[in-house]
């Protein structure tokens, strides 16, 4: 049986989550990562993404991130997200808004490296609409 560690899903608005947890799958930039109680020390950044919590009790819940960072200690995770709900509560909406939103940054940016930046963040949100969305 798998130790617990504690899993905190913060964002902006609100602590999303806050209990113990078995495992945490977490999209990070450089690929998924499992973490799980004992994990060395890290931290990485998040790309936009789904959170797989498998709680103590055997409970698995998924959430949508847009980014942030996730602090990584043997004892715990700490995730702090740019913005995140409940995958049942995001509509399909928000994330065609949010698409539609860095298309518009995208032909107002000048710098290549914004630009690269914005169409990677594009990919990353249609992929995403692909995850969601598969009704």
Not at 5 to 13: A, G, K, R, Y
Not at 42 to 70: C, E, H, L
Not at 118 to 131: K, R
């Amino acid at each position: 049986m798998a130790d617990n560690f504690n899993f905190e899903l913060v964002s902006p608005e609100r602590l999303l989550l806050s209990e113990m947890v078995t495992e945490v799958v977490i999209p990070a930039t450089e690929g998924e990562m499992t973490v799980m109680a004992h994990h060395a020390p890290t931290m990485t950044t998040i790309k936009p993404g789904i959170v797989s919590v498998r709680s103590a009790n055997g409970k698995k819940q998924d959430y949508v991130v847009f980014g942030g960072f996730a602090d990584i200690l043997p004892t715990g995770c700490t995730l702090l997200a740019e913005s995140a709900v409940i995958v049942q509560d995001l509509s399909k909406d928000e994330l065609t808004l949010r698409i539609d939103a860095a298309k518009t940054e995208l032909d107002d940016a000048h710098h290549h490296e914004q630009k690269s930046r914005l169409e990677h963040y594009i990919m990353e949100l249609t992929h995403l609409q692909g995850v969601v969305n598969k009704d």
